[in-house]
């Protein structure tokens, strides 16, 4: 009798202790039991920029703040079109320490400032801002400084070489013009607002696209040079009929640039524009 229960004690003895590690062997890690399809990473953009307005530290010459589109960067062999964007006097894309981009948002570039449109408009747009870093000071842009800030573009972004833009109000418009006498090799395209022609030689203006606007109660600079002018680059023997003159009737007087730039036609120029 003692035998027969020492033995059934033995046997209850090794069942317990199988059950117990057939438990163990199927037990989770907390990593396996807290996993979920239904909740996926979610998704960043390729390139942190992408989508926004950033600060391009150029330690010498035009700081600049920099727009890349929201899918800059998932495709490296994709190239984009550039448009320059160029501030008036007093105007400024930086905060004074260029620590950040900020001060008066002018230009273009404010078309894709934290706006709806910049969720889609497939453009870098690059805009320089003329006072240097400390300085909140004013002046006219310099040419030869214009230019090493696209050529520098070229080099660092996804820029196609074919469709770079440039567009500018008041004395921006000066600059416009300045990279059409001079840099008309790197620009496939222009757009000079609110300030009068500059070009002794409006034939220089005729081989290349130039859409022009201005406002009849600007009365800082009137558009009536530039109507006078506009015959005369229509009889250029070098015109490739791309002149486009438009004078607003507004109550905005000098300052219709914010306008003219929102309107869908004047954004699809900007990016539609090829060498």
């Known amino acids: 009798m003692y035998k027969k229960l020492t033995t059934l004690l033995?046997?209850?003895?090794?069942?317990?202790?199988?059950?117990?590690?057939?438990d163990d062997s199927s037990s989770q890690t907390p990593s396996e039991s807290t996993e979920s399809p239904l909740n996926p990473t979610p998704t960043t953009p390729a390139d942190a920029r992408a989508?926004?307005?950033?600060?391009?530290?150029?330690s010498s010459g035009y700081d600049c703040a920099v727009f890349l589109p929201a899918d800059y960067g998932t495709d490296p062999n994709k190239t984009y079109p550039m448009i320059f964007s160029l501030h008036g006097l007093n105007g400024s894309v930086l905060n004074i320490a260029h620590t950040a981009v900020g001060g008066g948002k002018t230009g273009?570039?404010?078309?894709?400032?934290?706006?709806?449109?910049?969720q889609k408009y497939p453009a870098i747009v690059i805009a320089p801002n003329w006072a240097p870093a400390g300085s909140n000071g004013s002046g006219l842009?310099?040419?030869?400084?214009l230019r090493q800030v696209?050529?520098?573009a070229m080099e660092k972004y996804q820029v196609d070489p074919d469709r770079i833009v440039v567009t500018g109000l008041s004395a921006g418009s000066i600059g416009t013009q300045e990279l059409i006498k001079n840099s008309k090799d790197l620009i496939a395209g222009a757009m000079p607002g609110a300030y009068a022609n500059t070009f002794s030689d409006v034939c220089e203006m005729a081989d290349i696209p130039v859409w022009v606007f201005g406002n009849n109660s600007d009365n800082l600079f009137t558009s009536t040079g530039w109507q006078l002018a506009k015959p005369k680059i229509e009889s250029c023997s070098n015109y490739i009929h791309e002149f486009t003159l438009t004078v607003y009737n507004s109550t905005c007087g000098h300052g219709c640039w914010d306008a003219h730039w929102a309107k869908p036609e004047v954004q699809e120029w900007l990016i539609n524009q090829r060498k």
Do not use: E
Request: one cysteine or more.
């Open 10 to 22: 033995i046997l209850l003895s090794i069942f317990s202790v199988g059950c117990n590690k057939k």
């Open 51 to 58: 989508g926004k307005v950033t600060l391009w530290d150029r």
């Open 108 to 118: 273009f570039i404010k078309q894709v400032w934290g706006t709806t449109l910049a």
């Open 141 to 145: 842009w310099i040419h030869s400084q």
């Open 150 to 152: 696209i050529l520098d």
